[in-house]
């Protein structure tokens, strides 16, 4: 299977997408990645979704990667005796370690961390950020708080506080347990919630121990002020509009979205662009304008991937919109103004060898008649470098090793395809040319750009470059090695 596009699309599995059928529904028609969301579901139900997509994987033949999204701490306040209470603008409101029943006074918040790092004039946001209070004093055990925004608490409403960095780590003990869960499990790629430093992955990366990528979800506003450093330590970013929208003023959020975008493209790691994208479609057969917009905006900013959250997980009209979001990003990318926009938005790239080669085989690809690029990639870091390029060409990356082929899923433009092992570069180029023929992305008479490190399996030695051609007879009568 072949898509016609190259962004990638994630969508998450739930209630309304938990069977066979449906899920070979919506990876034909177009969803490349799944997310497995850790908030909601048993293990026994997350084990059998995995199933599922694995069996989907062997029986269509083709790698389909999958993304489990921690649930990260969850900060609440307490119940209250006689059900939701109106908060007036103005009025005083206390949050305290209290467990006693809250009423139109006060309530519990027990997390004695958010004592611990209040100071006067802090924000406190509860529910989603309906309602907003500004701290008028604090101690190690309470919050004295004026109303600045009104409206309706009731019982465990979330609480976010955007002015202070919290001492939480990112990881809950539910959280310690749902890691260990999924990497036993075998999913490709992790998605670490309430990161707030770089040290909250560096603390993931050594219990994952190698056996996933591991995304940092940028959500809250101290993770914006240190994302260089929290990019430098991850192998993704997904940009988490939902938290971020209710920490930081709404305005704030696209200009953030388009520069951690380009942040992940200089790098060349792969980032996500989720929350809302098409939430009206959860109950109706057709997304809003606005929402169209909103898809097309983080394809033309050149995001690898967007995501469906409960589009796809609860929705009744799953397959419609994965449906859309493909025809959205074809339409996109067949638009000449979307080339433009890419090209003047490429960094210069750094200076190593990898670089230059892949560099050279974009530029080789725009200016000459090449159908694709093939990339010989072990640990994926040859993709991901041709994939930063965001060539006018189709690449194919080809790995021996099943788990670096799923994982690419995700990034821009990759066809990944699992391929044996390959001692000679001539073997190579013959694997590349006939993934080429077999995929449709080129006919016999067509040439390839192959890209490739040698000595084969050494991560990170792309050094090598061929224009072939797709006749593998012409392959095999030119020049021995």
């Known amino acids: 299977m072949r898509r016609k596009r190259s962004l990638k699309i994630v969508a998450t599995l739930g209630p309304a997408s938990s069977t066979y059928e449906t899920i070979e529904t919506l990876f034909k028609a177009g969803a490349d990645v799944f997310r497995l969301n850790m908030s909601h579901g048993a293990h026994d139900e997350i084990r059998e979704r995995h199933q599922i997509i694995r069996d989907i994987e062997r029986d269509l033949g083709r790698p389909i990667g999958i993304l489990a999204d921690l649930q990260g701490p969850k900060l609440r306040c307490g119940v209250f005796k006689n059900g939701p209470e109106m908060l007036e603008k103005g009025a005083s409101f206390r949050f305290d370690l209290d467990d006693v029943e809250g009423d139109a006074s006060r309530v519990q918040l027990p997390h004695i961390e958010i004592f611990e790092a209040l100071q006067k004039d802090a924000t406190l946001l509860v529910n989603d950020g309906k309602i907003k209070l500004r701290v008028k004093d604090c101690g190690k055990n309470f919050a004295n708080c004026i109303v600045e925004v009104g409206g309706e608490i009731s019982n465990r409403k979330g609480v976010n506080v955007p002015d202070v960095v919290l001492p939480l780590a990112a990881l809950s003990k539910k959280d310690l347990a749902d890691l260990e869960f999924v990497c036993n499990l075998g999913v490709d790629w992790l998605a670490l919630s309430f990161v707030q430093r770089p040290e909250d992955m560096a603390e993931a990366r050594e219990l994952v121990a190698g056996r996933c990528a591991i995304m940092a979800k940028i959500e809250k506003p101290a993770a914006v002020d240190c994302f260089d450093d929290?990019?430098?330590?991850?192998?993704?970013?997904?940009?988490?509009?939902?938290?971020?929208?209710?920490?930081?003023?709404?305005?704030?959020?696209?200009?953030?979205?388009?520069?951690?975008?380009?942040?992940?493209?200089?790098?060349?790691?792969?980032?996500?662009?989720?929350?809302?994208?098409?939430?009206?479609?959860?109950?109706?057969?057709?997304?809003?304008?606005?929402?169209?917009?909103?898809?097309?905006?983080?394809?033309?900013?050149?995001?690898?991937?967007?995501?469906?959250?409960?589009?796809?997980?609860?929705?009744?009209?799953?397959?419609?919109?994965?449906?859309?979001?493909?025809?959205?990003?074809?339409?996109?990318?067949?638009?000449?103004?979307?080339?433009v926009v890419i090209q003047n938005s490429r960094t210069r790239a750094a200076t190593s060898v990898p670089d230059a080669i892949t560099v050279a085989a974009r530029e080789i690809a725009e200016t000459t008649d090449i159908k694709a690029i093939c990339c010989f990639t072990e640990s994926g870091s040859t993709a991901l470098l041709a994939s930063r390029e965001r060539p006018m060409v189709p690449i194919i990356a080809l790995t021996p090793k099943v788990g670096t082929a799923r994982r690419l899923c995700l990034a821009w433009g990759l066809h990944?395809?699992?391929?044996?092992?390959?001692?000679?570069?001539?073997?190579?180029?013959?694997?590349?040319?006939?993934?080429?023929?077999?995929?449709?992305?080129?006919?016999?008479?067509?040439?390839?750009?192959?890209?490739?490190?040698?000595?084969?399996?050494?991560?990170?030695?792309?050094?090598?470059?061929?224009?072939?051609?797709?006749?593998?007879?012409?392959?095999?009568?030119?020049?021995?090695?």
């Open 230 to 339: 929290i990019l430098a330590v991850s192998d993704g970013i997904m940009v988490a509009r939902g938290d971020l929208g209710v920490e930081l003023p709404v305005q704030a959020v696209p200009p953030i979205q388009k520069r951690l975008i380009r942040g992940c493209r200089a790098v060349g790691k792969p980032v996500i662009v989720a929350t809302q994208m098409m939430e009206s479609m959860i109950d109706a057969p057709v997304p809003t304008r606005a929402e169209v917009s909103d898809v097309a905006t983080a394809i033309y900013e050149g995001a690898d991937a967007v995501m469906l959250s409960a589009e796809s997980a609860m929705g009744e009209y799953a397959k419609e919109a994965v449906t859309i979001m493909s025809s959205v990003a074809e339409e996109v990318e067949n638009d000449p103004n979307y080339r």
């Open 416 to 481: 990944t395809v699992v391929t044996n092992e390959v001692a000679r570069f001539k073997l190579a180029v013959v694997s590349a040319a006939r993934a080429a023929r077999n995929y449709g992305f080129a006919e016999k008479d067509d040439n390839i750009v192959v890209i490739a490190g040698i000595p084969f399996n050494t991560p990170g030695s792309t050094n090598i470059l061929r224009v072939a051609p797709v006749d593998e007879a012409k392959i095999l009568a030119g020049e021995s090695e």
